[in-house]
């Protein structure tokens, strides 16, 4: 039970990241359109940008993480469960 909480809360907070970022993004491209050229504007965008990136790939190794644990914890009880067949 403790873990589908976790996991609802994760994905909540996965929720309030990608909006916080969507949010910066489109307000972002109005300021762009408005001032294509601005130096630090585009210092920002690119920031921005290498943020997402960021995020995404830790999003990717975190699930990556929870699929090895799971099948790891797979593994274990079906060694506990042959280990038990053999003491009986």
Not at 21 to 35: G, H, N
Not at 54 to 75: F, P
């Amino acid at each position: 039970m403790d873990e589908t909480i976790s996991k609802k809360l994760e994905n909540l907070d996965d929720l309030r990241i990608d909006t916080a970022l969507l949010t910066m993004y489109d307000i972002l491209k109005v300021w762009l359109e408005a001032k294509p050229d601005h130096k630090e504007l585009n210092t920002l965008n690119n920031a921005l940008t290498e943020l997402g990136l960021l995020i995404a790939k830790k999003k990717v190794e975190e699930g990556n993480l929870r699929t090895a644990l799971s099948q790891y914890r797979l593994k274990m009880l079906k060694a506990e469960g042959m280990i038990n067949e053999m003491a009986e």
